[in-house]
């Protein structure tokens, strides 16, 4: 009777660290916003194409205009996880959008096909008066011009990046 319920005790404890990690919000593999300055966005679970960095919160001048420097790497069938090729007929294209509340007051896209491409920008709120409060990526593939792609364009899901806590 004893190894009965510690089986079952196990099997409970496995079910519990299920749940807890793939289907209660928050849990270990939801998407939530960051405050890290590193970043690592997919456009999907094979690493056909993502972009991964840092980001450095600053202000720059007087009376302090906040901006954000953005660099690192965008990458497409670079180290894909699925397929053992290099060209499926579609490009990555990392995009940066930088919000003040909800609204958007700066977006830069870097884009890259078959490899990999540094990048280093910074993104700033122009002539908007406010704070760049939270930045935005998003990572998508699409077809290339002339290019025979095996499946249409998509999109990851954005991740939001926020300024480290003082």
Same mark, same amino acid.
């Given at each position: 009777m004893r190894r009965v319920f510690t089986s079952f005790r196990l099997a409970t =404890?496995? +079910? %519990?660290? @299920?749940?807890?990690?793939? =289907?209660?919000?928050?849990?270990? +593999? %939801?998407? !939530? /916003?960051?405050?890290? /300055? !590193?970043?690592?966005?997919?456009?999907?679970?094979? =690493? @056909?194409?993502?972009?991964?960095?840092? +980001? !450095?919160?600053? #202000? =720059?001048? #007087?009376?302090?205009?906040p901006v954000v420097d953005v660099a690192g790497v965008v990458y497409d069938m670079y180290n894909n996880l699925c397929l053992p090729i290099r060209d499926d007929g579609l490009r990555t294209t990392a995009i940066f959008t930088a919000y003040s509340g909800n609204a958007p007051v700066d977006r830069v896209a870097r884009q890259v096909d078959n490899g990999a491409r540094r990048f280093a920008f910074t993104l700033q709120p122009g002539l908007v008066v406010g704070t760049i409060d939270h930045v935005t990526i998003r990572v998508c593939r699409s077809a290339v011009p002339g290019a025979v792609a095996p499946s249409s364009n998509y999109c990851g899901a954005p991740r939001a990046f926020y300024p480290p806590m003082p």
């Open positions: =404890l496995f +079910l %519990a660290a @299920f749940v807890g990690i793939f =289907l209660v919000p928050g849990g270990a +593999l %939801a998407i !939530s /916003p960051q405050s890290t /300055p !590193s970043f690592t966005v997919p456009a999907d679970d094979c =690493l @056909f194409g993502y972009t991964e960095g840092d +980001l !450095s919160w600053r #202000t =720059l001048g #007087t009376p302090g205009v």
